[in-house]
């Protein structure tokens, strides 16, 4: 999408943008740009919580545990919440799955059940809340495979290279919306004062290598010799190959994958001792992630697939994550597989 004009540069809302990408689309019906209107919406509202959040004593854990066994925040509620009720009705969507819930998430009955799937990890990085760190919301949509009524698990579990759409939202020092319909990943940056989502990351582009690696270090003891041998390479000194890379590791998955896309480099979540298959859940963080990193020219693994080839078992599965420019991802393959 163009946005040079004669008179200068385009104002390009959120809005204007999911509008002119249906445009393209023959036979499109509008419940795409629907669905992904209802999200933005969503995102306004989860914004206002976070800004508020050390005010009005928001804060403070509950004594419900999420399937995986972290204690739920309060403002995970809120935005788990948030997405449900701004998505449930609009008759795009026949299913929505979200990390902070066990099962899939009917649509209600009195709603009109419509062609796509929904999963969300509704504040991701929530562990760095309290301390007023950057967090995010994940999202990832797919078309459903049965053929109507209540979606059903099987239009969940669908392998990662059948998104059609992903993106996340960004809480930082600014609120960021970035998607991916598969033609380019696009991040909007919220102007406060009209409430609209302005083009402020067109078309962005990974670097193809970077010197900037992420990854929980503290774990270094419980990873395999050949995880070890690669963390151990990206520290030596080689001007040649531009290391030693610096280390960067804020601790939230959304914002450091931002970092990455945006300045180069690899993220890594891996297998360990404790957790054979790392942290991180393929279904509401790796797959969306890895949809937008390719899109924007980069590569997502597991260490030794294609994130996006991977058919997933269960709702919330653990993948080991590789993510960033696609030759760092390529020689943490590499190291994986003992070849260096
Ligand atoms: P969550 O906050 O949705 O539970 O996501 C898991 C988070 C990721 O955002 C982050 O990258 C990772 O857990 C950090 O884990 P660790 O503390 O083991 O480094
Ligand atoms: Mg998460």
């Known amino acids: 999408m163009n946005t040079e004009t004669p008179g200068g540069p385009k ?29 933005s919406l969503a995102a306004k509202l989860i914004w206002r919580e976070v800004t508020k959040a050390g005010l009005v004593n928001i804060l ?27 998505m449930d009705h609009g008759g795009d969507l026949c299913v929505m799955a979200s990390e902070e819930n066990e099962d899939i998430l009917q649509i209600p009955d009195d709603y009109p059940h419509g062609r796509y799937v929904l999963i969300y990890d ?3 990085g929530s562990g760095n809340i309290d ?28 392998p990662g290279h059948r998104q059609v759409a992903a993106g996340y939202l960004l809480f930082g020092s600014s609120m960021m919306f970035v998607y991916c319909t598969g033609h380019g990943v696009h991040g909007f ?29 503290g774990n270094f003891d419980r990873w395999n010799p050949n995880t070890q ?20 590791y804020i601790g939230s998955l959304v914002a450091d994958v931002h970092r990455t896309m945006l300045y180069g480099g690899i993220y890594c979540y891996p297998g360990d001792t404790r957790n054979p298959n790392g942290k991180l859940r393929l279904m509401y963080e790796n797959n969306p992630l ?7 020219g980069g590569a997502a693994s597991d260490g030794r697939r294609r994130i996006l080839d991977i058919k ?29």
Not at 77 to 84: G, K, R, S, V
Not at 190 to 205: A, C, K, Q, T, W
């Open 11 to 39: 104002f390009m809302t959120l809005e204007r943008h999911i509008i002119e990408g249906e445009r393209e689309h023959e036979g499109a019906t509008g419940s795409f740009s629907s669905l992904l209107h209802n999200l």
């Open 189 to 217: 940056t919220l102007d406060p004062s009209v409430g609209e989502f302005i083009l402020s990351h067109e078309n962005i582009r990974i670097p193809k290598r970077g010197s900037i690696y992420s990854v929980n270090e």
């Open 60 to 86: 403070g854990k509950t004594d419900r545990m999420n399937i995986s066994g972290d204690v739920i925040k309060k403002l995970d509620e809120f935005a788990d919440q948030t997405i449900y009720k701004a």
């Open 229 to 248: 041998r690669y963390i151990r390479w990206l520290k030596e000194e080689d001007q040649a190959t531009g290391r030693p890379y610096s280390q960067r």
């Open 131 to 158: 301390a007023n760190v950057t967090i995010g919301t994940i999202f990832s949509v797919y078309a459903r495979v049965t053929e109507s009524g209540m979606g059903t698990i099987e239009d969940v579990l669908q």
């Open 312 to 340: 997933p078992t269960s709702l919330h599965q653990r993948v080991s994550l590789y993510i960033g420019s696609r030759e760092d991802v390529r020689t943490a393959e590499e190291f994986l597989a003992g070849m260096r």
């Open 122 to 124: 509704p504040l991701d």
């Open 290 to 296: 890895a949809f937008i990193i390719e899109n924007a």
